[in-house]
């Protein structure tokens, strides 16, 4: 059953594979420790290197994973013709059986008075029930409006879940792809901030548009711990760029345990997608 809120406001790694990564958290707890696998991934709007948009295989990828929770970027729900005016965040929960919430960036006027309002943005996949969901704005520059200049937009997503009787922050994201990092220094700002409001167990999922060592990123690494691996994500086709992350909070009674990661080698879109086991003390 998928869950829809909206609030504004497969594999090379580390010698790694899905496979050799721990069990997902249907295995038995192992004393006080919560398993929670989780994934990020970049879907290109349903379509792959090729151009070609196709559904099934982005929705046969994200099995492959067996992942609990899964952020989504780049993601259409009725935007238009180039993933076939479909709702991808919801057909996506529907055929996985996962709740869905889904935070738009952009939100436009129908192209018919009656239909749905065309939106493009992030996502939370999840097995676990959402207790709450918020679409965050963070500063952003345009990609719908002449001359842009920075300004606060929504479009980072935060739900909390209820993960074996533990809440749990999980925060998706999509930073600014272009080659001046000011924008993503000041998203980086805001991110900080606003995760600095909640407290316990966070975990931040999304395509950073930048490598690790890249110093607009470095303020995030003060609270985060990168879940790895250091096998690059970007483009698909032969990668040469780790810009799509998992990331934790490293330090308090919210430190979260990475126990592996991986990136699964699929084309199913322009980016792989990471996958990490992590592990939640009570």
Known sequence: MALRRRTVGVLIAAG?????????????DRGRAVPLRVATYNIHAGAG???VFGLDRQEAALRALDAD??????VDSHWGARSQWRDLAAELAERLDMRVSFAPLYS?????????????????L???????????????????????????????AEVVLRVRGLPVHVYVTHLDY????SVRAAQVAD?????????????????????PDAPELAPLWRE???AGPGAPTFPAQAPVKRIDFVAVSRTGPGAVRVRGAAVAETLASDHRPVVADLELRR
């Open 16 to 28: 790694l594979s899905v496979a050799a990564l721990a069990p997902p958290s249907g295995a038995a």
């Open 49 to 51: 290197p090729d151009g």
């Open 69 to 74: 929770v899964i952020g989504l970027q780049e």
């Open 108 to 124: 436009l006027d129908p192209v018919d008075a009656d239909g749905p309002r065309r939106e493009y943005g992030v996502a939370v």
């Open 126 to 156: 999840s097995r676990y029930r959402i207790l709450g969901a918020w679409n965050h704005e963070i500063t952003r520059l345009s990609t719908q409006v002449p001359d842009p200049v920075p300004a606060p937009a929504p479009g980072f």
């Open 178 to 181: 272009r080659p001046d990092p």
């Open 191 to 211: 991110t900080r901030r606003i995760m600095a409001e909640d407290r316990g167990h966070k975990i931040l999922l999304g395509d950073l548009n930048a490598p």
């Open 224 to 226: 985060l711990a990168d």
